[in-house]
């Protein structure tokens, strides 16, 4: 079975862009989440999606948005892009949204803002 | 207060030794699932071993065991037979069974560092 798939893998954007990462989550998993990995803040969680909806979010102002479709995958937005956005984004799935699932990690994406 | 806690930022062990990693939880959820991962340098998170709440028995798989303390709530990852490549990032994470779905908690890591 292949696993979580994150595209593209490296971006380079200038502040006030904006920018769309992919993820394509394990077949069958319905749950998808998204971390910010920074060398100063480590790991963030930025939201989860569920079936379409968006169960859980984190701390991040309204610039960073989501989306997932009916076939699992998911987009993640982030406009008027910050120097300080410059991190690697990870992708996780799960199976369901409930109980004790293993999160599978994709690649992520390494986003550089200039 | 901190959900996850690895008090080890960097360790270095030999390699052919075993190795443990620190990592203790705080929650007050009888339901949780604790996990480590594994990061190396490329950035991806690999999924290394899993141990429930309700587990009876510590997790193992091949080189990796889980020491479950419960009552300490401490979940540390040993590492047997050290190699080279398990020079990378550790992290510590737990989902709890019925808060916030599906969200995990992770710890700050612990790069380990496996010497020749």
């Known amino acids: 079975k292949a696993g979580v798939t994150q595209t593209p893998r490296y971006l380079i954007k200038t502040r006030g862009q904006q920018v769309t990462l992919s993820c394509s989550p394990i077949s069958g998993h319905r749950s998808v989440s998204w971390y910010q990995q920074t060398p100063g803040q480590g790991l963030q969680f930025l939201f989860e999606y569920f079936s379409e909806t968006q169960r859980n979010k984190g701390n991040f102002p309204g610039r960073f948005s989501g989306r997932q479709f009916s076939n699992s995958r998911s987009e993640m937005n982030v406009s008027t892009l910050e120097l300080g956005d410059s991190a690697l984004y990870l992708c996780a799935s799960s199976l369901t949204d409930g109980g004790t699932d293993t999160q599978y990690f994709g690649p992520g994406t390494r986003l550089t803002v200039l | ?116």
């Open chain 2, 1 to 116: 207060a901190q959900k996850i806690t690895q008090t080890q930022p960097g360790m270095f062990v030999q390699e052919k030794e075993a190795v443990t990693l620190d990592c203790t939880y705080d929650t007050s959820d009888p339901s949780y699932g604790l996990f480590w991962y594994k990061q190396p340098s490329s950035g991806e998170m690999i999924f290394l071993i899993y141990q429930g709440s309700y587990d009876q028995q510590n997790a193992t798989e091949g080189r990796y065991s889980l020491n479950f303390q419960k009552a300490r709530k401490s979940a540390n990852l040993v590492i047997s037979a050290s190699q080279l490549g398990d020079s990378a990032m550790y992290f510590c994470a737990m989902r709890e069974g019925h808060d916030n779905f599906n969200k995990f908690y992770f710890g700050s890591g612990t790069k380990l560092n496996v010497k020749p």
